[in-house]
Every structure is written in structure tokens, then in C-alpha cells.
């Protein structure tokens, strides 16, 4: 990454930050679309807000602060305090060393939070999802799907009860 700058030269580099931003306002418009609204939590924290991950640490003035692995806890607090359904698009970090490519340590998080929904409300609200921003990079990302060689299908969501997932585990 020393030349980075010439590589977003290449075709295929520009194409993935097209579709990206495609993916991004796709997400966007269709939470807005279904009443959602958009919240924007800190990314630098206290502390840990869930387990599991390692954090990168920050000096904050002359605190100890770190950098969010999770919005979790600040989208249910949005949602207990009276907005029933929250979005948030953010950068999340995981400090995990590894020695393999396959690992990142900054995303882009796309999450939601919904009030009073079970599991299939929250099922049919990430397929819906999920089907609009395929579509939409389809519609509009066809130069960049070309250059990248990509074809982009809609599976189907295939939906099992837990006991069949964990059967279909042991086979």
C-alpha cells in the first residue's frame, strides 16, 4: 500500500469504490424508505461495549479511550429511549494479529435496530434489504460489474428452524 495512489488508477479499483458507494446509498434510502432513522454513535469509547474482541487503544486527552468494536449498546439505548428503528453505517476495529490476509481490523458496518420485532420481522428486513442493493448495484453498476467480471444474482434465502440448522451441521 506504499503507491496506493497509483493503484486506485486501475479500473478495477475505481469500480469497487463505485459499487461501494452504491451499496452505501442502496442501504441508506431503503432504511430511510422504511421509517428508519439514522443514528451516528462515537467511535471512541470508554470501554469494551461487548466481548469477544480486542481493542485498539487511544490516548484521549489524558484518559484511556477505545476505538468501538460494536455500536450495539448505543442502538439499543436508541431504540429504549423511543426510536423504534435505528440504522447506523460506521467504521467498527478489531485488534486480532493474524498472519493471513482474510483478517481486517477496520470495516465499514451497515447494522440495524429494531423495537418490538422477532426473528422474522428481522429476517425479512435483511432479505428485503439484502435484494434491494443487489438490484440497485445491477441497475447501476453495470460498467463495473463488467470490469470486474462479476455476475450478481439474488439467491434465495432458504429459511430453517434452528433445530434443522443444527442437524444439517452434523451431517
Not at 496506493?4 to 441508506?28: G, H, K, M, P, V
Not at 448505543?74 to 493474524?98: C, H, N, T
Not at 441497475?139 to 434443522?164: A, H, I
Request: aromatic share 8%.
Amino acid at each position: 500500500l506504499n503507491y496506493r495512489y497509483i493503484d486506485l488508477r486501475r479500473i478495477q479499483s475505481t469500480a469497487i469504490f463505485r459499487i461501494e458507494s452504491t451499496i452505501l446509498n442502496s442501504f441508506r434510502d431503503n432504511m430511510h424508505q422504511k421509517g428508519f432513522n439514522e443514528i451516528r454513535p462515537s467511535s471512541i469509547v470508554a470501554e469494551a461495549t461487548e466481548g469477544g474482541a480486542e481493542l485498539f487503544e487511544v490516548k484521549y486527552f489524558e484518559e484511556k479511550a477505545f476505538l468501538a468494536q460494536s455500536p450495539q449498546l448505543y442502538k439499543q439505548l436508541a431504540v429504549i429511549g423511543g426510536l423504534d428503528k435505528v440504522f447506523m453505517v460506521m467504521p467498527v476495529y478489531r485488534a486480532e494479529k493474524s498472519n493471513d490476509t482474510y483478517h481486517i481490523n477496520e470495516i465499514t458496518q451497515m447494522d440495524i435496530e429494531m423495537g418490538f420485532a422477532d426473528h422474522n420481522d428481522a429476517m425479512d428486513m435483511l432479505e428485503e434489504t439484502l435484494k434491494r442493493i443487489i438490484g440497485d448495484i445491477k441497475k447501476n453498476n453495470v460498467r463495473e460489474l463488467e470490469e470486474l467480471n462479476v455476475k450478481l444474482e439474488v439467491p434465495d434465502v432458504k429459511r430453517v428452524s434452528y433445530e434443522e440448522a443444527v442437524e444439517s451441521l452434523k451431517a
